[in-house]
């Protein structure tokens, strides 16, 4: 028996002495580097520009604002007192200075610090007229007693210093019917001597 043998070649790009190309490497990424975090300090910035009034920290239930009364000049000149006139109202006696001009009327008690009990001022008009009164620059409470022409007193009430109420709420104190005259005395004065509606002054004057 014959035998054939076969010799089988396989063909190659490259001799075995050529080098053999290998794919590139790839370039390694460095990794991200890890950062640690640092502590960053907490600074609390408390507003110079807020005004004393307002609370950095608003209360929960808004409240409303109270008024302090103001308390009256203590440095005021002392106004001499001319008594004028002499009258009897209720069961009391007063001396009365007189105010019947425009600027003694304007003036009235402004700024006197006190009165004694039983001294007063009267206003007179020139006729029967609605009154108003206020206590603008008037430190002292006071009773007021509205009387017409022939002096009976159709208005008895109680007025309240300026330095007492918001300057915004100054009320005025309107005489109930017409008067020609005006008394002021201090406040409780009207209520200790008595002084009611209906009542009639007696009047004399001694200038």
Same mark, same amino acid.
């Given at each position: ?11 190659? %790009?490259?001799? @075995?002495?050529?080098? !053999?190309?290998?794919?590139?490497? &790839?370039?390694? $990424? +460095? #990794?991200?580097?890890?950062? *640690?975090? %640092?502590?960053? @300090?907490?600074?609390? !910035?408390?507003?110079?520009?807020? &005004?004393?009034? $307002? +609370? #950095?920290?608003?209360?929960? *239930? ?15 000149p ?7 006139? *002499?009258?009897?109202l209720?069961?009391?006696d ?6 019947d ?5 304007s003036?009235?008690?402004?700024h ?8 007063g001022m009267?206003?007179?008009y ?43 709420l ?30 009639t ?7």
């Amino acid at each position: 028996m014959t035998v054939i043998g076969i010799v089988v070649f396989t063909a190659c %790009t490259s001799s @075995p002495s050529d080098p !053999v190309e290998l794919p590139p490497t &790839p370039t390694p $990424v +460095p #990794l991200a580097a890890t950062v *640690t975090p %640092t502590a960053i @300090p907490i600074v609390t !910035v408390i507003p110079t520009n807020i &005004p004393s009034h $307002v +609370p #950095l920290t608003p209360s929960a *239930t808004p409240q409303r604002p109270r008024h302090t009364p103001t308390p009256p000049p203590t440095s005021l000149p002392t106004l001499a007192i001319v008594i004028e006139a *002499t009258a009897t109202l209720g069961s009391c006696d007063f001396q009365l200075e007189i105010a019947d001009d425009g600027t003694e009327r304007s003036r009235g008690l402004m700024h006197r610090e006190s009165m004694p009990m039983n001294q007063g001022m009267l206003f007179v008009y020139d006729f029967e007229q609605e009154l108003n009164f206020w206590m603008k620059n008037t430190l002292i409470p006071l009773d007021i007693a509205f009387l017409n022409d022939d002096l009976e007193v159709v208005d008895v009430q109680t007025m309240i210093p300026e330095h007492e109420i918001l300057p915004a709420l100054l009320p005025f104190y309107t005489s109930a019917a017409p008067a020609k005259f005006a008394l002021e005395v201090n406040a409780g004065v009207a209520e200790d001597c008595g002084i009611t509606p209906g009542d009639t002054m007696t009047l004399t004057y001694t200038n």
